[in-house]
């Protein structure tokens, strides 16, 4: 190595997103383990954000500096917002990352559907098992068969469930009570619940919650697939009951006395899966660097993200103008674990805020085959999909799965990027997972799980 690479090496050399020339000079000549990124007080300003490039060897150069994903404004993308206005994927050789915002979920699935080349997006942020539906051609055009990666999870936590104020003090987390405030409406206008895309997180955790209620949410009430800020509305009119969706919004309608907060997903299952970073596989064939280049542009955000000196600058930039466009409070007090739920309820509890690099169970970013098997073990808990994912020690659950999830790439990225080894988890199994009315999920079992839930449309 040159006398002046050494200096520069020393000196944590800095470029600008405007300067990636020099960054790519570099990249290839300097084999020193990745420099950590220091707090920036900058507020994230795309062309100036100064970030030191990160020493990567001449092999793992990306083979594009571009790549298009989709998010939707809400905590959950964060990672990949933070990783673009931060540097963090410049600083891994990917300077051109496009974010795109998508109207709804169906719109991210039409535009993945169409890859980046027709106008789409490559990737980008998902509910699950979005990418195995979209794998398995079952929420695509003709049935379309588009295999999908998920390459990382993105959050844990940052989820709610909003109720119309006209109920506050009937409902609360523990639904017992209000079985038969539900009964009742049933016979004239039943109880009306909203989510953003069907058989995914938000219409599972509504699911999960009624029915731990003893509510059988196909029957006691109606379940609607309807846009966040539609509902708001709906719920301004008295229309609409309850939603299930990620901060803002459930932060909204109580900042806005429209409702309150029923309960946290956090306090449903706490340390629970969330939305996961996934690509269209065709893409991370070609792409193998880059995508791991882009990986580590994520896992260096969260990390980022989980440092809590750092969280009032993310919930600044989330909440500018070109991602969220909100007043940047309704971001800043879940940021911390702070929640006031609006029917009195105070919650300030670092431990139920949203989580992105590590939480109490493990890693977050590392993304669990476990939690693929109970998203797909859901699905067939509510018919979405037939019983015969699960037989056979779920055979054809776990072979999907394999298709889908990419933790060998999550982790070839974490060793790239000198993760310490206790960081990088050793088994794709998170073990048995507890809900908050004590059922347990053990992944080895998902049969068993499925046969101790009292409410259930699956015939088992
Ligand atoms: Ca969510």
Known sequence: ????????????????????????????????????????????????????????????????????????PIVESAPLIIAKEKGFFAKYGMPDVELAKQASWGSARDNVEIGSAGGGIDGGQW???????????????????IPMYVLCQLNTHGNGIAVASKHTGKIALRLDGAKSLISQLKSSTPFTAAMTFPQVNQDLWIRYWMAAGGIDPDTDIKLLTVPAAQTVANMKTGTMDAFSTGDPWPYRIVKDNIGFMAALTAEIWKNHPEEYLAMRGDWVDQNPKATKALLKGVIEAQQWLDNFDNRKEAAEILAGRNYFNLPVEI???????????????????????????????GSVSYPYKSHDLWFITENV????????????????????????????????????????AADIPTDTSRGVEEFFDGVKFDPAKPEEYLKSLKIKKVAI
């Open 1 to 72: 190595m040159s006398e002046f690479f050494k200096q520069v090496s020393r000196r944590k050399f800095i470029v600008t997103a405007g300067a990636s020339a020099s960054a790519i000079l570099l990249k290839g000549c300097l084999g020193n383990p990745p420099e950590t990124v220091a707090g920036n007080s900058s507020t994230g300003g795309t062309a100036t954000t100064a970030v030191p490039v990160a020493n990567t060897s001449p092999e793992q150069k990306p083979e594009t500096t571009k790549v298009k994903l989709g998010y939707i």
């Open 127 to 145: 509910q699950m098992p979005m990418p195995h539906m979209i794998s398995e051609g079952l929420i695509t055009k003709g049935n379309q068969k």
């Open 381 to 420: 808990r509510w018919g979405f999909l037939p019983k015969d994912y699960i037989d056979n020690g779920a055979a054809k659950a776990r072979e999907l799965i394999d298709r889908v999830n990419k933790e060998n790439i999550w982790k070839e990225a974490a060793r790239e990027m000198n993760i310490a």
């Open 331 to 361: 971001l800043i007090d879940p940021f911390q674990g702070v929640y006031d739920m609006g029917d009195g309820r105070k919650i300030n509890d670092k431990a139920l805020a949203a989580y992105y690099w590590k939480d109490e169970k």
